[in-house]
Nanobody, 122 residues
Framework: QVQLAESGGGLVQAGGSLRLSCAAS????????MGWFRQPPGQERELLGK????????YYAASVKDRISISRDNDRKMVTLEMLRLRPEDTAVYYC???????????????WGQGTQVTVSS
């Protein structure tokens, strides 16, 4: 079992950058693919990107791939999301999640953090 906790959210000005961290606890962290998701108000949860357990493979959603980067440190059990050139429409609750499969479907992620609010002001 894995416990996840996001940090780093808050209020950001449009055009600024964001760095979110996800701290994990539990066993075998490096066997889980990790995904970053967000859920804007009144909208469905969407995948931003994911990273394999080893960290050697990443995938980014087309809508954000020119603005984000995901990395992980398995020794520290941390996953990081960096996002540039933020826009008001990036306002959402951001989640990290763990999956035993390298999936893009949020329903297949077994473990979730509590989420962190990111608000982008114009």
């Amino acid at each position: 079992q894995v416990q996840l906790a996001e940090s780093g959210g808050g209020l950001v000005q449009a055009g600024g950058s964001l760095r979110l961290s996800c701290a994990a606890s539990g066993r075998a962290f490096n066997t889980y693919a990790m995904g970053w998701f967000r859920q804007p108000p009144g909208q469905e949860r969407e995948l931003l990107g994911k990273i394999t357990g080893s960290g050697r493979g990443t995938y980014y959603a087309a809508s954000v791939k020119d603005r984000i980067s995901i990395s992980r440190d398995n020794d520290r059990k941390m996953v990081t999301l960096e996002m540039l050139r933020l826009r008001p429409e990036d306002t959402a609750v951001y989640y990290c999640a763990a999956s035993e499969s390298y999936s893009s479907n949020w329903k297949t992620y077994e473990y979730w953090g509590q989420g962190t609010q990111v608000t982008v002001s114009s």
